[in-house]
């Protein structure tokens, strides 16, 4: 297949219209026996039925290497095209998919004799940054790369740059850019830094042999590449682009690899990643409300690949054998329906003050946006901040760095070219109406609590219910949750509990308050006792107040022994109101 040239940079995009993810197969040579697959041109492809050799189905993509392409024909026809995008500010994404032995990780890795996406990737980026650099134009940007390396092992988020047992949490800022905090980032300023930290950072992945691969991936490897391309003049534009570069771990058929404790929860893990993954895809091909990104890490750090911002392409590796049949068959199968996700890349441009990058910055609608940096002081405003929406304020804050800027060379902007003595006399002004609203808020929030309090002090009648309680003769309003708690109890009266009062309550300060009973309401509520106890059952007498079954048997053997009761006597003692306890025993003992 004839190689490409890498396209120019002269002339960068501002914006990309949408665009299908790119997918391209790789056909691994034959090892034994003859191949389930072959290839009809140099984009379509044909599998052969296991059931009859005369059935064949027929796959179509955007491209097809055989058994005979090299590392240097997958490169320049499928990766290298979508590179140009980084320092238009658009993500690019690449990943290899693919059942374990298939050579995922040859394609992505290579060996020093045949490099791999990988290290022809970082090479062709340092090289167009420093091309740009020496550009006519490019004396006015500035440039820098930095890299980040990361494996998803058992749906756990690990660095291999600083090699720990720490699950990263993976974060969505509120322009949905997916963000790894904690993740170790390396600044690369030629290829001899990223060889010096991307080769002891491949020796920490994950690895085991199985019957299938001496040396199997049992972890998803992702490295991410950062180019930064800021402006040094006014008005320092500033434009980000991520690269994702993905080694997916295979799916594997348990049954084959003889996968065994460890590697059969690391195996499981895996496919289950790959299913989520294959989920996703289509629910973005149906068009469906909820994606389930979230329903794994690998998926979660992919939501810009698939579906997202990223110009993504995706390198399926397939392997001819005749025992690898259904893992080929499904391998086509997820690649043809990948082929139909549309994502929608856009230039992430921003304005900054100079020499403000870094992690407090936030990037605005992903088009030509507004950055200040949360590290800087607020510079002042015409309006106050906290009472407006926040994207609004940013806004603000940075036309206002702006003009601060511009002041100096002699140009004002005339949206802020307010005079000073008319914004400070605005500002106090405003400084004055919030304090006078928040003494009004607490002025009604005061009344409100004496409203309050006032309702809860009005005496509320008593109501008979089926089962009277024990009568009491006085009752306690409590008064508001605010107070310190009740003093201790009084047989005579039972004091209004202590309160936190401001000084002008002092004189709303009520005494204390006691309810008395009416007469006719506590009368009939003996008599509704007393057929109680000489005419209820023991079911009926366990529903009384602190009366259980030891009470209610002696109660029954009293009517019996005595015959009914002739009055409800004074609560006294451990019996609860019903009898006092001298007489109760005296008799009961007699009896």
Same mark, same amino acid.
């Given at each position: ?376 002081? @607020?510079?002042?405003? *015409? %309006?106050?901040?906290?009472? #407006?929406?926040? $994207?609004?304020?940013?806004? +603000? !804050?940075? &036309? ?110 009520? @005494?204390?308050?006691? *309810? %008395?009973?009416?007469?006719? #309401?506590?009368? $009939?509520?003996?008599?509704? +006792? !007393?057929? &109680? ?59």
């Amino acid at each position: 297949m004839p190689s490409q040239q890498r396209p120019s940079l002269a002339e960068p995009r501002r914006a990309s219209p949408p665009a299908h993810v790119r997918v391209c197969v790789r056909l691994r040579p034959c090892g034994q026996g003859d191949p389930c697959i072959r290839g009809l041109d140099s984009r379509s492809l044909e599998i052969i039925s296991w059931r009859n050799k005369m059935e064949t189905m027929q796959y179509h993509f955007d491209t097809f290497y055989g058994d005979q392409a090299t590392q240097h024909d997958i490169y320049t026809g499928s990766v290298q095209p979508v590179l140009c995008h980084l320092l238009e500010g658009q993500n690019a994404s690449v990943l290899a998919y693919g059942p374990t032995g298939a050579g995922k990780t040859h394609t992505m890795l290579g060996s020093p004799e045949q490099p791999g996406v990988i290290p022809r990737a970082l090479r062709d980026v340092l090289q167009m940054t420093r091309e740009a650099s020496c550009s006519p134009r490019g004396e006015e940007w500035d440039y820098s790369i930095s890299m980040s390396y990361l494996e998803i092992y058992q749906e756990k988020v690990l660095d291999l740059l600083e090699p720990s047992q720490q699950d990263l949490p993976i974060r969505e800022d509120r322009d949905r850019n997916i963000l790894i905090p904690g993740l170790t980032e390396r600044e690369l300023r030629g290829f001899g830094d990223f060889e010096r930290h991307f080769l002891p950072a491949s020796r920490n992945r994950t690895v085991a042999s199985t019957q299938l691969n001496d040396r199997s991936s049992r972890s998803h490897a992702v490295l991410l590449v950062r180019v930064v391309r800021s402006q040094r003049a006014p008005p320092h534009r500033r434009r980000v682009a991520k690269l994702c570069l993905i080694d997916l771990a295979g799916s594997e058929d348990n049954r084959r690899t003889g996968n065994r404790g460890l590697r059969l929860k690391e195996s499981g893990a895996i496919n289950a990643s790959l299913h989520v993954l294959s989920k996703v895809v289509d629910a973005l091909n149906q068009g469906l409300s909820r994606v389930p990104y979230r329903d794994s890490k690998l998926t979660r750090l992919l939501q810009d690949s698939l579906g997202g911002s990223a110009h993504s392409v995706i390198i399926a590796n397939v392997a001819p054998e005749q025992h690898f049949y259904f893992d080929t068959l499904r391998t086509l199968n997820f690649a043809a329906k990948s082929k139909q996700v549309v994502n929608r890349p856009f230039t992430q441009e921003m304005l900054q003050a100079p020499g403000k990058a870094g992690p407090g910055e936030v990037v605005w609608g992903g088009v030509a946006g507004l950055m200040v940096s949360s590290s800087s002081p @607020p510079p002042s405003s *015409l %309006l106050p901040l906290e009472q #407006l929406d926040p $994207r609004l304020v940013q806004r +603000l !804050l940075g &036309l206002e760095q702006l003009e601060k800027q511009q002041g100096g060379a002699g140009q004002r902007l005339p949206l802020l070219s307010t005079p000073r003595r008319e914004r400070v006399a605005l500002l106090r002004q405003l400084e004055e109406t919030r304090r006078e609203l928040q003494k009004l808020k607490e002025r009604q929030k005061e009344l409100e609590a004496v409203a309050l309090l006032d309702k809860a002090c009005q005496p509320k009648p008593l109501h008979h219910s089926k089962a009277p309680a024990r009568a009491r003769k006085q009752a306690v309003v409590l008064p508001l949750q605010q107070g310190k708690g009740a003093q201790g109890p009084n047989p005579d009266r039972t004091p209004f509990p202590e309160l936190e009062w401001n000084q002008e309550w002092a004189e709303n300060r009520a @005494p204390a308050w006691e *309810l %008395l009973l009416r007469p006719d #309401l506590l009368a $009939r509520s003996r008599e509704n +006792l !007393l057929a &109680l106890l000489n005419q209820g059952s023991a079911k009926e007498l366990r529903a009384l107040h602190r009366i259980g079954e030891k009470r209610a048997r002696l109660i029954l053997a009293w009517r019996q022994l005595y015959g009914p009761f002739s009055q409800v006597p004074p609560p006294s003692g451990r019996t609860s109101g019903l009898f006092p306890e001298s007489e109760w025993g005296g008799r009961a003992g007699a009896g």
